[in-house]
């Protein structure tokens, strides 16, 4: 360290009460952030540094304290911290072009706290390389609104609007269309979508998305057709961040490193710049806020906005999949995964209503399952409950489109409203061709088809009648079966 210029550093960073330090910052002959080192750390943040990460740390716990600076100092920021793309585009925006940035950020996902961090350029002597930047920082435990009103301006309205615009809207899938819409043009970006993720179900949901100009895809399309273990790279390339932030090509290639898949998706596409942001619910990822093509001069000022609106976010989607899955829990078969009897019977009466306001033609069936009793006898429940689970797939592969409800315990009942006679009959014999073991799966099968749309309920009696008729013949043909 030249000892004239750390004298007036260390000197300056003294000064202030708030944990603190000057970072030096290297720029790269293309012009690109290199390394980032701690220059001089005033004792606030020696104290902080020390706690977090050296006395916490039963292998360093004999580190004299007074001599910890002389450990840090010198050292690259990622010493006991991961490296950070866009903490570094804030320190090198502070040391190289003299802005003053003040940022409000949710690293809790890394440190436990919000940070709120302030960063200022130092004018002093330095190699042509190197430039100087002050850091200041204080930690929150919650969101703190009163610091949170201290983001800029610009920021502060707009996140405010848009929450406001959360509370306005009664409906969810509005509410985000148009928080999204607001995001794509506050950003400047190409394009914008909310989404969120199920890992469990290995499914994805694109709540909303806006685009600057019509394509001939939507992101809906896009992403439906993207492979999930593509989203799984997304939470991999965030172990570490906060959130992704790709301003230019050197980001790019950064990225690259970490998830080529990712990037290799984003560049056939014609992705340049990106921004993603997860939406972090009691320690899981379970959605995410994401940008593309957006305008790389105001990097700072929309990675502040975006953080701090998929904060408010976070609570209205953690709702909505909440609800989501009680609707899912109160309308669906939890074992076969087909809709229930509960929600057969409230969707029975609200189509009956509608066939008399206006009649169309519409099909039925009961598929009972032939000797189901003899396998929970003779086999265990266990097995019971396998052969449910595969009829009800076998089910969902032949009437796909239809409404496929389990009626009672061994019963199945479809409604389709969308075949011709001759198309649901193909089904039918699709069924009985492929449900056809005597010892294992084999439904006992009763149909009605009305071609003027008349009553739902005595069409269902009908093939009810005619399901018990096959279910007798079944059973005169294997007397073995019934028991």
Same mark, same amino acid.
């Given at each position: 360290? &030249? ?44 104290? *902080? ?54 940022? #409000?950020?949710?690293? $809790?996902?890394?440190?436990? #706290?919000?940070? &709120? ?74 394009a914008a979508c909310i989404l969120t ?6 499914? $994805? ?7 600057? &100009? ?25 172990? &570490? ?86 609707? #899912? ?50 086999? *265990? ?19 796909? *489109?239809?409404?496929?409800? $389990? ?21 039918i014999n699709l069924l009985r061709e ?19 749309? *008349? ?6 009696? #009908? ?17 073995? $079966?019934?028991?």
């Open positions: 360290m &030249e000892s004239g210029v750390y004298t007036q550093l260390k000197t300056m960073v003294n000064s202030f009460t708030l944990p603190g330090a000057v970072f030096s910052v290297e720029k790269n002959t293309d012009g690109s952030c290199g390394d980032v080192r701690f220059f001089a750390i005033n004792e606030a943040f020696k104290r *902080g540094y020390y706690d977090m990460f050296i006395e916490t740390n039963d292998n360093s716990v004999n580190i004299d304290y007074d001599n910890v600076h002389t450990l840090i100092e010198g050292q690259l920021y990622t010493v006991n911290l991961p490296k950070e793309p866009n903490f570094e585009e804030i320190c090198f925006r502070a040391a190289w072009k003299g802005e003053h940035i003040h940022t #409000y950020v949710d690293t $809790r996902k890394l440190y436990g #706290y919000w940070t &709120e961090d302030i960063l200022l350029p130092v004018e002093c002597s330095h190699p042509n390389n190197i430039a100087y930047c002050l850091f200041l920082y204080t930690l929150n435990k919650d969101l703190d609104a009163g610091k949170y009103a201290a983001v800029s301006p610009d920021v502060s309205s707009f996140v405010l609007k848009t929450c406001l615009e959360l509370r306005d809207e009664t409906e969810f899938y509005s509410s985000m269309n148009k928080v999204t819409n607001d995001l794509r043009e506050y950003t400047d970006s190409f993720i199920d890992k469990e179900q290995k499914s $994805r949901e694109i709540i909303s998305e806006s685009m600057r &100009e019509k394509r001939d895809y939507t992101i809906k399309e896009l992403f439906s057709s993207t492979p999930f273990k593509m989203f799984l790279t997304w939470e991999a390339a965030l172990s &570490e961040t906060n959130s992704i932030i790709v301003k230019d090509d050197h980001d790019m290639a950064a990225l690259e490193k970490k998830a080529p898949d990712w990037v290799k998706h984003m560049r056939e596409n014609d992705v340049h710049t990106l921004a993603l942001v997860p939406f972090i619910h009691q320690g899981e990822i379970i959605g995410y806020l994401y940008l593309t093509d957006f305008n790389s001069d105001n990097v700072v000022k929309i990675k502040e906005a975006i953080e701090l609106v998929s904060f408010f976010l976070t609570a209205e989607i953690a709702n909505h999949i909440f609800m989501e899955k009680l609707e #899912y829990l109160s309308n669906v078969d939890i074992l076969t995964g087909v809709l229930n009897r509960n929600c057969m019977n409230i969707n029975v009466d609200e189509l009956s209503l509608k066939l008399k306001l206006n009649p169309q033609p519409f099909s039925v069936a009961f598929c009972d399952l032939n000797g189901l009793k003899n396998i929970n006898d003779e086999q *265990g429940h266990g097995s019971g409950d396998k052969l449910l689970k595969e009829a009800a797939i076998l089910l969902k592969e032949v009437f796909v *489109g239809d409404q496929i409800y $389990r009626a009672g315990g061994d019963e199945f009942t479809i409604i389709s409203l969308h075949s011709t006679q001759e198309e649901f009959e193909a089904k492929k449900a056809c073991d005597p010892d294992w799966l084999y439904f006992a099968i009763g149909t009605y088809y009305d071609a003027k749309g *008349g009553s739902l309920r005595k069409a269902m009696h #009908y093939a009810d009648e005619r399901m018990y008729r096959d279910k007798k013949e079944f059973y005169d043909k294997f007397p073995d $079966r019934k028991r």
